[in-house]
């Protein structure tokens, strides 16, 4: 019988809040007090998240700007380098695990997005970890074994944990269309793909419809993937206004 999982529908907020509703998510989670959790999501204003321990970045950023409006710089919870947080896509899974390797955590986790890229025609595999990770300013610079590549060799999906005994929170940044120029002028070298240029052309209406609708079909099929991969039921439950209020009274800038 497949265990029940909660599913709260994709919404846009800020990186702070979005980051707060993670780490409550978590923290509920891992109190008992909530079913494990998958959600979709995207970021507005667009941003910068920082790694947990990444303590020095560029003072140049505080200068840039998207649509006029500058970007957020925020710290995630988890670890990694900075994210650029402009056209992506953001994953966020909550659930519990038995004590074992981090990396086999994080593959058991991936393969709904392996799946559901795949169902799009999309072929990622996993990168392989190197020492120069940890000198990069920029997640999407190198990849480790936790990381999803294209067949061309270029990163794509960007992932990191946070466990809290047995409760996990894996959440992870999808390059769905950001702007090149933007990413240039954040990290001075060009950003090699898009996930929307490599879905294939005859893979169906898909790459007709406006870019709203095929991160619309995109959410789809990772959801889809996910039901299937953690053999689990995805109940569709949008955050309560209790859960809001309680999200705002915990919220860390």
């Known amino acids: 019988m497949s265990s029940k999982w909660r599913y709260i529908p994709p919404m846009e907020a800020s990186g702070a809040m979005q980051m707060a509703i993670d780490r409550y998510l978590l923290e509920q989670h891992r109190q008992g007090k909530h079913p494990p959790t998958l959600r979709l999501y995207t970021w507005q204003p667009a941003a910068i998240s920082l790694g947990y321990h990444q303590s020095e970045y560029p003072d140049s950023w505080h200068d840039l700007t998207w649509q006029g409006q500058p970007l957020d710089i925020i710290r995630r919870p988890t670890g990694g380098r900075a994210v650029l947080h402009q056209g992506d896509l953001t994953y966020a899974i909550v659930t519990s695990i038995a004590p074992g390797k981090r990396?086999?955590?994080?593959?058991?986790?991936?393969?709904?997005?392996?799946?559901?890229?795949?169902?799009?025609?999309?072929?990622?595999?996993?990168?392989?970890?190197?020492?120069?990770?940890?000198q990069q300013q920029n997640c999407f610079a190198t990849a480790t074994g936790a990381d999803l590549l294209t067949t061309a060799g270029n990163k794509v999906i960007g992932s990191a944990q946070l466990r809290r005994g047995k409760a996990l929170l894996q959440h992870g940044s999808m390059i769905l269309n950001t702007d090149k120029q933007l990413y240039r002028q954040m990290f001075e070298t060009d950003l090699a793909q898009n996930l929307c240029e490599v879905i294939p052309q005859?893979?169906?209406?898909?790459?007709?419809?406006?870019?709203?609708?095929?991160?619309?079909?995109?959410?789809?099929?990772?959801?889809?993937?996910?039901?299937?991969?953690?053999?689990?039921?995805?109940?569709?439950?949008?955050?309560?206004?209790?859960?809001?209020?309680?999200?705002?009274?915990?919220?860390?800038?």
């Open 202 to 253: 005859q893979s169906d209406p898909l790459t007709r419809d406006p870019q709203s609708d095929l991160t619309a079909k995109i959410i789809e099929r990772l959801v889809q993937a996910a039901s299937a991969i953690f053999k689990i039921d995805l109940v569709k439950q949008p955050l309560s206004t209790k859960e809001w209020q309680d999200i705002a009274n915990t919220r860390v800038e």
């Open 103 to 134: 990396l086999e955590v994080y593959q058991h986790i991936c393969q709904f997005l392996i799946t559901g890229w795949r169902s799009l025609g999309v072929d990622l595999n996993y990168g392989i970890a190197t020492t120069e990770y940890i």
